[in-house]
């Protein structure tokens, strides 16, 4: 018959001795978390980012009405209006026809109305923006030929000329800081729309961490009666 090992072993002259693993602590710590722990660990944590992104919601649309409001009141107050259908039928921007006789208060019709303005200013000189025209040396030749004693008709078609080039320029400048003004609203109103989409998004997910926590309070509760 053999003989059954035990997990002690006596030898004669010696103690006995255990074949059961080292004791964890001889190598370290060991740090035991129960799962309750943790469960109120993550609920914490679930009410925490709930509140961050219900605060986050909250600032997101503060943001977007702000934009909203102040690109509103920014461009109601330049009164602008889009011309009527005919009229920009007749210029060839069907493009705009859905605006046709709108007052401008919008991001979506600032955008329009500058797409309108430039299709103007190309028409002035010849593409020419206001940086490019010479106004100003213009003017200089007419102060040389002038001194030069030119004739009356040379310095009038010269005067005639710079006349016409401070005209092109001031049109030009004119023009292209409104169409400036109006491309910052509309990109405002760009703005403020997607701070509007991100308060939805931050909403929805702080409306799903908070279910989720709802769910982990439940669990905690049935848990702690059955145990």
Known sequence: MTATATPTETRKG???????????????????LH??????????????A??????AGAL????????????????SSQNITFPSAEELEAEGRDDLL???GEDVT????????????DGHLDEVADGQTYSQIDDRGAAAA?????????????IAE????????????NTLFKGETLRGLLLSAYAWSTVGAIAGYAAIGAFVAAALMAALVVAGIVHLARNKRTS
């Open 98 to 100: 859905g605006f046709a």
């Open 50 to 55: 709930t509140a961050a992104f219900v605060i």
């Open 158 to 169: 010269l005067q005639a000329t710079a006349d016409q080039l401070a005209a092109q320029r």
């Open 106 to 117: 919008t991001g979506e019709q600032a955008e329009a109305y500058a797409s309108y303005i």
């Open 14 to 32: 010696s103690e006995p001795r255990s074949t059961t693993p080292t004791d964890a602590g001889a190598s370290g710590d060991v740090v035991t």
């Open 142 to 154: 007419v102060e040389e030929a002038t001194e030069a004693g030119a004739s009356e008709a040379e």
């Open 60 to 75: 997101l649309t503060w943001g977007s009405s702000f934009s909203a409001d102040y690109v509103k009141d920014e461009l």
């Open 35 to 48: 799962r309750r722990t943790i469960d109120r660990i993550l609920l914490g944590f679930g009410l925490v």
